[in-house]
């Protein structure tokens, strides 16, 4: 089974081939995070500053030559159904998870998934400062967290990047 066939029978509608040097991590998108427009920064081990500079952020990408975007939908009340997207996100990650051994199963074991929007893993994050994440196995990054203009990445794809109010698309990928 090829990896578009296996995203598929995931429920994740888009898989596509790239180039990572589409990732181009921007100093105004890590400057959002320092603003901490999404109330994460400093409460997030998936998130700045715990994840790096903006130039690690670019050493870390420059490692890979081999991408697949990824795209996860479902259909809710994205304006008032707070536990559905919490949840449709964590249900999104767990997908990259299995997306991920697909990818070891098939013997490639350098690769690095990031996911679309903070890892949601645990309710809260970092519950007492200084403590270990619970799950650093399991745990991602995001790709607005390594600085990365999500909404610019899809027009490059001529992927809807619009806002829905009945639904919510997820968006990451898997560098290899």
């Given amino acids: 089974m090829d990896i578009s066939d296996f995203a598929r029978q995931l429920?994740?509608?888009?898989?596509?081939?790239?180039?990572?040097?589409?990732?181009?991590?921007?100093?105004?998108?890590?400057?959002?995070?320092?603003?901490?427009?999404?109330?994460?920064?400093?409460?997030?081990?998936?998130?700045?500053?715990?994840?790096?500079?903006?130039?690690?952020?670019?050493?870390?990408?420059?490692m890979f030559r081999?991408?697949?975007?990824?795209?996860?939908?479902?259909?809710?009340?994205?304006?008032?159904?707070?536990?559905?997207?919490?949840?449709?996100?964590?249900?999104?990650?767990?997908?990259?998870?299995?997306?991920e051994e697909y990818f070891r199963n098939e013997g490639i074991t350098h690769l690095w998934a990031l996911m679309g929007g903070s890892c949601a893993l645990c309710n809260v994050c970092i519950d007492e400062p200084g403590e270990p994440c619970p799950h650093p196995d399991k745990a991602r990054t995001s790709l607005e967290a390594m600085a990365i203009d999500v909404l610019a990445l899809l027009d490059k794809f001529g992927l809807d990047n619009n806002f829905h109010i009945d639904k919510v698309t997820w968006t990451g990928c898997i560098l290899y």
Avoid at 32 to 61: A, D, I, T
């Fill in 11 to 62: 429920g994740i509608e888009t898989c596509l081939e790239f180039d990572p040097e589409l990732l181009v991590p921007e100093q105004w998108i890590r400057d959002l995070c320092l603003e901490n427009k999404c109330g994460n920064y400093g409460k997030h081990y998936m998130c700045p500053p715990y994840v790096g500079s903006l130039e690690e952020s670019k050493e870390q990408l420059g």
């Fill in 66 to 99: 081999h991408g697949v975007l990824l795209q996860y939908s479902k259909t809710l009340d994205a304006r008032n159904d707070h536990e559905g997207l919490r949840q449709s996100r964590v249900e999104f990650h767990n997908k990259i998870l299995e997306m």
